[in-house]
């Protein structure tokens, strides 16, 4: 059923038509919105309309990345496109994600394969692998993983990796930095915190190994 509500502001009254989520039957049907023969999301444009030009879709149902702070981008990029007069495309690149388990795993950029596959040229990869001081308090031998992806033409971070304590914690401020542009150059000129995980990332001087990248990227934005 199609549940009607009106936002209205001083200048514009909007009528909003909210849509249960695929799978559920879908009343977007009825209005002739164009979904997905696949996955059933609404299918929509880089500004979140849908074939339907009075109609906009955002979040979930849209399947382009089902997190909430991307919904609220899309949210926020869509009212400075219909209210704010100033077309806003969301920008989907370094958003970061963690999964919540124990330990956690948080993750930004690229993958290793990702980044083989985008990437022109030499991509030094750093992993290293400790026993957080915390631990060796306790007494756990839980370990943590670190892993960075170095796009050695251009020096850019392109990826950052990590299993391990707050990895959902650190994950943020490595995508300000990974969207900044950063190089591990800075990276390494970077001062961390001490004693704590996240000084790894600053400290990595040994590669693992090089891959070779055989994508076409050779910078700018990726
Ligand atoms: C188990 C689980 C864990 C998750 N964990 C995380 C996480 O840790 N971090 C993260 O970023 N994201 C997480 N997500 C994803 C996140 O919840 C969604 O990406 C986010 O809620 C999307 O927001 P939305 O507004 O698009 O949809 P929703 O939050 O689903 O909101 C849609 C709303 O519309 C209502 N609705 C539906 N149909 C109608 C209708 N016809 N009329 C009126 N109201 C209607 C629904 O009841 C609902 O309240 C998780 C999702 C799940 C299922």
Not at 31 to 40: N, S, W
Not at 129 to 158: C, I, N, S, W, Y
């Amino acid at each position: 059923m199609v549940h009607d509500t009106i936002y209205s502001s001083p200048k514009h009254t909007h009528h909003f038509h909210l849509f249960p989520h695929p799978p559920s039957p879908h009343p977007t049907q009825s209005v002739g919105v164009a979904l997905d023969p696949t996955t059933r999301a609404i299918v929509v444009d880089q500004y979140s309309r849908t074939n339907v030009p009075s109609i906009f879709a955002i979040g979930d149902v849209t399947d382009r990345m089902a997190l909430t702070p991307v919904a609220l981008m899309e949210a926020k990029a869509l009212v400075k496109t219909m209210w704010l007069n100033t077309p806003t495309v969301p920008d989907y690149h370094e958003i970061p994600t963690a999964v919540f388990c124990q330990p956690p795993v948080g993750t930004v950029g690229l993958t290793e394969e990702a980044a083989v596959e985008t990437l022109e040229g030499d991509i030094d990869v750093y992993v290293t692998k400790f026993r957080a001081l915390k631990q060796t308090l306790t007494g756990r031998e839980e370990k943590t993983m670190m892993k960075m992806l170095v796009h050695v033409p251009t020096d850019r971070v392109v990826g950052v990796h990590m299993v391990g304590a707050y990895a959902g914690e650190i994950m943020t401020p490595m995508a300000v930095a990974l969207k900044c542009g950063a190089t591990k150059k800075q990276f390494d000129e970077t001062v961390g915190v001490h004693p704590s995980s996240s000084e790894e990332f600053v400290t990595l001087s040994t590669k693992t190994r090089t891959v070779v990248g055989k994508g076409k990227w050779v910078g700018g934005r990726l």
